[in-house]
């Protein structure tokens, strides 16, 4: 396999500076403020849920806020997997911001774990940040577990329009010095997949790829890139 096409799968670390916002500013704004220690919550305000459809950015936000709480001076913070130990849930004076993704996916003994944390946080003191693929109502967790999830601020993560992703690409690459046409970024959106991290590595994988075989950045050449990915993806 190409070296080039190994490098499709690499990740830079989740900021809120490569979020891109569309419809998500208020939602952006308060987890950036409670990065910086700037919020002045309510109780309710201290227990945050998101939730969206695959690709709208949850995870991101999540890693995001983990990255801003873990710099000087900012929030302390730790980031819980739906499949963490049990420990990961344990309350800590030192740590203001718990971050739970994958709700949906809790085992049931983490469920408990779970509703455990949510207590002490709000007897105690920080901030319960949860995402899942579903709003809290629907989610196929504890009766209890459920109830404590919905019971603070909920925000529904708005994809973007395929429009406000070739201006976000267009941006990037405007960034890195790139030619694209918006033509290369229709084809790309239609015949590649459509959230924002892989699209973003692709326009990566591109940039290489035009500057490995000195070929201009063309619809040919993101077809024989998108060629070579789909066989390095069949068995």
């Not at 049990?86 to 030192?94: E, H, I, K, Q, V």
């Amino acid at each position: 396999m190409r070296q080039l096409l190994l490098d499709l799968s690499a990740q830079q670390p989740p900021t809120f500076d490569t979020f891109v916002t569309g419809q998500n500013a208020e939602l952006l704004q308060r987890l950036q403020d409670i990065a910086a220690a700037h919020a002045q919550p309510t109780l309710n305000d201290r227990f945050i849920y998101l939730w969206g459809e695959t690709g709208a950015g949850k995870t991101h936000l999540l890693h995001s806020l983990a990255h801003a709480g873990a710099q000087e001076g900012a929030i302390g913070s730790r980031l819980i997997p739906a499949d963490a130990d049990d420990s990961a849930f344990d309350y800590d004076p030192s740590i203001q911001c718990y971050l739970l993704d994958d709700c949906e996916q809790l085992p049931p003994a983490s469920q408990i774990a779970a509703f455990a944390l949510f207590n002490q946080i709000r007897e105690r003191g920080g901030y319960l940040v949860s995402a899942g693929a579903q709003p809290p109502a629907q989610l196929q967790v504890r009766e209890d577990l459920r109830t404590r999830l919905g019971w603070g601020l909920i925000y529904q993560l708005h994809g973007l329009t395929d429009d406000e992703k070739i201006a976000a690409l267009t941006q990037s690459a405007q960034a890195r010095g790139m030619a694209v046409s918006v033509a290369i970024l229709s084809y790309l959106l239609t015949h590649y997949r459509r959230d924002m991290p892989s699209l973003s590595r692709m326009l990566d994988a591109l940039d290489r790829y035009s500057l490995e075989t000195k070929r201009p950045i063309t619809l040919p050449l993101l077809r024989d890139l998108l060629q070579q990915e789909a066989e390095n993806e069949t068995p």
